[in-house]
């Protein structure tokens, strides 16, 4: 994965809500367009982030 | 998730750990024992209580453990009914019983409430104490109940009752609890429980070095700088060091090697919170989804809860929770599965907007009223998601308030006072559930609380009907508080509104009565007594006609026409038989016919009615009554020379008063009088202080009396002479011009006395006629043998004085009896007539002694002296302090109860003494016999039996 700019649009603060919206580094040519979530809570930010980073918490996390 | 051990072992808590094994170790040795562990959320109480409790169990003892839960602060006696498994279904018979009891509802006319059943509360904590008591006395008995901070208010009451009751049995109370949120009848528990010798238990963060032993056990490694310098921004919180151990691992930050773990860099979340959601991202969205939904119902749930509020089948669900549970966030808690940790459940439920929560709620409580679950939980749901005005959950708070006042009237006021908050100010309903609910908080003996509830309601410009019963309410809490003057403005005002239904008139006129009463205002206490009768019986309010009925029997008794008083409460007690449920026996007619009887000279027939009375209050659970009828036969068993056993009556009632705060100014005045006849004067003087004090609030009245006498007496001891004729002249002329004339034979001989010694002819001769003209019209012996000695004391006549003597030998009051032997002895003696002086005086002297009157024993003796006599055969010493042979008569007869194996309430029933008479029985006996159980007591019990009889004919008649 190249590198990405995510950017938190918060319309609240506490728990958070809104949207992020992860776009490519506009140094790489090779890179696709903008992808937004919306999320709520803690826990939604956490998996959106996931989400855009292909982190662990991404898709179905298997349970060992 | 994660790839950690199983939740590890308890670490770093050795010191915890043998507190609590010394409490175990303390029940088996057949001794209570008390702790309370405190200390913030996620600490490992719950893991230190869950341990001492496997101990136990471990060692073949009896357990009872529950969690209280933040949204069932409402379901009244929730903890205390989980902990001891009381289920309908319950193959316990008690157990069932106690089911059923809580279930109470009025059939076809609805749910009873604390107007039909004020008792109901009361009879469910004795019932619960009774089963623990029960349990206990098979065999050791462990209660473990967690996060009592949630506690429901009638469980911390149970908890006091049970704790108190169980002060002699193999039973430990552990209790978890955070340092807030801390409600007052939390903190009244843990201070109750303090003084009886508990203690708390502080658990705070865990030692560095107990960390790493956790976290080396979790990663099965021995972790790494990096690894513990991270950690230890958990601050030895072990659920904060597991939850962050749990999220670096399923982020796959935690690399092991050659035995050694350790992070490259170890980001800490700010707050638990944060960490734990971190932990929980990992979860599947439909296993987020499913415990965001079961967040909204509270810390433990059952399948079929969940899935009625997040319309899904149970099988599916099944599924996604077995994830929860494989994740350790949720756990199986026998029928329910609960979040592990409460801070869990708060950490997803508080990261679910406000917006949605209130949503979420609403939507829960509709599906669960749907599926017919309680109301009390439909409520609660609902209040959660409303807004102002929200029509359907002010019903559904109503309606769980009305269901819940008879058992739990604090919940029900509180439910009510949230139903009133979503109602719009100018809302004709509002007032009415604000004086329901202040009716609630008055039953619930919230006294301070009523008061400000109904002022604040009286504030403004009531609809008529509200305004009659919120006075009514206002009257009687203050009333309960000893301010019977603002008690009766309030009553009578509500008395003459017209608006007022003719049973609430007929109740405000009746509670008028009974304050008038309490001031001394025999003509008023009578007049709103007639007219209270009247209305009532018109509107067939059997329980007002009681009250009436009963205070005009007070006032034919306080004038002295006992036997017109006595017909009076044959009558009522007709009346109060006929009634429908015999309703009208929920009011202690039978503690005053007790008292008349008492005065009529016929103790057994007192002792008999005061302890039938008892019991009625016993079963029905109303606890005030309890206090007159521990007064009363605390009097009876002073005037018939059981002093012990009145003393043990006595504490009880302080015991209770204190309780429900209220004051008993007559238990105070008589043990004034017992500790001044034992010469214990500074007791004596604190007693009286503590009666002046409970009737400083009613100004002179009724009791001037019983505060007054031993007042007088005091002085006199204290050779104030004048002070002390001063003291009773004022207390007489109280009487005199109340019309109190019952009072004159029993303070008329101790007036005539001090009047004479002040050279005050006028006073002694005025008080002596009072007292003859009294007990002529009753014929009692002691009152024929009061007013003898009061002239006989006049005219220094022996012959006289010894007729006295007479009439009170006939009699049972041997206090009364010694005293006139006295007096005609000393007479006898002063003319030198020693043959007629000695028998009389050795009378006296052996009725003293057997009394442990101390005090008037040396003064008799003094006498002796002086006239030159020497003391005949010797009487039977007084009771010693300690050992077998110290034990009074009613001891003896709880010892062997207790050796049956009886339980307290059973006692009590044989013995016709209350609950907590037994209990202070067992206290002083323990004390006396330097033991510590109830099978030390049976084992002493045995030993002394088939040996001598320890001396129980010395009761001191005469």
Redesign the interface.
């Known amino acids: 994965m190249g590198q990405v700019e995510i950017r938190i649009i918060l319309d609240?603060a506490e728990?958070p809500?809104g949207r992020l919206r992860a776009g490519p580094d506009p140094g790489d040519c090779h890179a696709g367009q903008d992808e937004e979530i919306r999320f709520?809570?803690?826990?939604?930010l956490?998996?959106a982030l996931?989400e855009v980073t292909g982190g662990?918490?991404a898709g179905?996390?298997p349970?060992? | 998730m994660g790839t950690l051990a199983p939740v590890p072992g308890i670490r770093g808590r050795a010191a915890e750990i043998a507190v609590l094994g010394d409490a175990v170790d303390r029940v088996v040795s057949g001794r209570p024992a008390v702790v309370l562990i405190e200390g913030e959320a996620g600490i490992g109480k719950t893991r230190l209580l869950a341990g001492v409790l496997e101990d136990a169990r471990g060692r073949g003892m009896q357990v009872a453990a529950a969690r209280a839960e933040e949204l069932e602060r409402t379901r009244p006696f929730g903890l205390v009914a989980a902990a001891f498994g009381c289920v309908r279904s319950s193959p316990d018979p008690r157990r069932a019983a106690i089911a059923a009891l809580l279930a109470t509802r009025g059939g076809d006319r609805g749910p009873i409430t604390v107007t039909s059943d004020p008792g109901l509360r009361f009879r469910a904590v004795d019932a619960f104490a009774d089963l623990a008591e029960e349990l206990a006395l098979a065999g050791p008995l462990v209660i473990g109940v967690d996060d009592l901070q949630w506690a429901d208010p009638s469980s911390l009451l149970t908890l006091a009752a049970v704790s108190r009751r169980l002060a002699y049995l193999p039973v430990a109370l552990v209790g978890c609890l955070r340092p807030s949120p801390r409600i007052p009848e939390l903190d009244r528990l843990a201070g109750l429980l303090l003084d009886a010798g508990g203690r708390i238990l502080a658990v705070r963060g865990l030692t560095e070095r107990a960390v790493a032993e956790l976290v080396a056990e979790a990663v099965a490694a021995v972790p790494g700088p990096g690894l513990l310098a991270g950690i230890s921004g958990a601050a030895g919180n072990p659920l904060f060091v597991t939850e962050l151990l749990g999220a670096l691992a399923q982020e796959g930050a935690i690399e092991t090697a050659g035995g050694r773990a350790e992070v490259a860099e170890v980001t800490l979340p700010p707050t638990l919170r944060l960490t734990i959601l971190r932990r929980l991202s990992f979860l599947s969205e439909d296993s987020l989804q499913a415990l965001r939904a079961a967040s909204i119902l509270g810390s433990s749930f059952t399948v079929t809860e969940l899935s009625a509020t997040m319309a899904r089948p149970a099988l599916e669900l099944s599924v996604v929770l077995a994830e929860g549970i494989a994740g350790r966030v949720l756990e199986e808690y026998g029928a329910v599965i609960r979040f592990r940790h409460d801070l869990i459940r708060d950490a997803i439920y508080e990261d679910l907007p406000l917006s949605v929560r209130r949503g979420l709620h609403r939507e829960a409580g509709r599906r669960l009223a749907r599926t017919g679950a309680p109301a009390l939980q439909v409520a609660e749901q609902l209040a959660r998601g409303a807004g102002q005005g929200d029509a359907e959950a002010i019903g559904w708070l109503t309606r769980a308030a009305r269901e819940a006042a008879a058992r739990s009237p604090d919940v029900a006021a509180d439910l009510l006072e949230r139903a009133a908050g979503l109602m719009a100010p100018a809302d004709p309903g509002r007032d009415r559930l604000l004086a329901e609910r202040a009716s609630s908080l008055m039953v619930s003996g919230r006294n301070a609380d009523a008061l400000a509830a109904c002022r604040s309601l009286l504030d403004r410009d009531l609809d008529p009907q509200v305004d009659g019963p919120v006075r009514i309410c206002l009257g009687r809490a203050l009333l309960a508080q000893g301010q019977v003057r603002d008690a009766l403005r309030e009553l009578e005002q509500a008395g003459s509104s017209p608006a007022l239904p003719g049973a609430e008139r007929a109740a405000a006129w009746a509670w008028a009565g009974f304050a008038r009463m309490s001031l001394g205002d025999l003509d008023g206490a009578a007049a709103s007594a007639e007219q209270a009768r009247s209305a009532a019986a018109a509107a067939a309010d059997h329980l007002t006609v009681s009250v009436a009925m009963t205070t005009l029997a007070r006032v034919s008794e306080s004038r002295g026409h006992l036997r017109d008083a006595l017909q009076i409460t044959d009558e009522a007690m007709h009346l109060a038989d006929e009634s429908p449920g015999r309703l009208g026996h929920r009011y202690p007619i039978r503690a005053t016919r007790g008292h008349i009887l008492i005065e009529l000279g016929r103790p057994e027939e007192a002792r008999s009615a005061l302890g039938a009375g008892m019991r009625i209050s016993e079963e029905i659970g109303v606890r005030w009554p309890l206090l007159l009828y521990q007064g009363f036969l605390a009097l009876e068993r002073f005037i018939t020379g059981e002093w012990d056993d009145a003393i043990a009556e006595l504490e009880a009632s302080f015991e209770l008063a204190d309780e429900i705060q209220t004051v008993v100014a007559r238990a105070h005045g008589i043990l004034s009088l017992i500790s001044l006849h034992r010469n214990d004067l500074s007791r004596a003087e604190e007693a009286a202080d503590a009666a002046a004090r409970d009737l400083a609030r009613w100004g002179p009245g009724y009791l001037t009396t019983w505060a007054a006498w031993p007042r007088a007496l005091i002085q006199e001891a204290g050779g104030e002479l004048g002070q002390a004729l001063a003291t009773m002249t004022g207390a007489w002329d109280t009487c005199a011009r109340l019309g109190l004339a019952l009072d004159y034979p029993a303070v008329g001989a101790d007036l005539v006395r001090l009047a004479l010694a002040s050279g005050d002819i006028g006073r002694a001769r005025d008080a002596s006629a009072a007292v003859t003209e009294v007990a002529a019209r009753n014929e009692v012996p002691w009152m024929t043998g009061a007013a003898l000695r009061c002239r006989g004391l006049i005219e220094d006549d022996a012959e006289i004085l010894q007729a006295a003597a007479g009439a009170c030998a006939g009699g049972s009051r041997p206090l009364g009896l010694a005293l006139a032997c006295e007096d005609a002895g000393a007479a006898f003696a002063r003319q030198g007539r020693l043959d007629r002086a000695r028998p009389l005086l050795d009378q006296a002297l052996g009725i003293y002694e057997r009394l442990g009157a101390a005090r008037d024993l040396a003064r008799a003796e003094a006498t002796l002296r002086e006239a030159g006599i020497r003391r005949g055969r010797r009487g039977t010493r007084g009771r010693p302090q300690t050992g077998w042979a110290s034990l009074t008569p009613a001891e003896h007869a709880v010892a062997g109860l207790v050796a049956e194996g009886l339980s307290n309430p059973q006692i009590g029933e044989r013995l016709y003494i209350s609950r907590r008479t037994v209990q202070t029985h067992l206290a002083h006996m323990f004390a006396k016999l330097d033991i510590a159980t109830r099978a030390q007591l049976a084992a002493d019990v045995t030993r002394h039996r088939g040996s001598e009889p320890a001396d129980t004919a010395d009761s001191a008649g005469g």
């Open positions: 609240r728990p809500a709520t809570g803690w826990l939604g956490l998996r996931y662990p918490g179905s996390v349970v060992p």
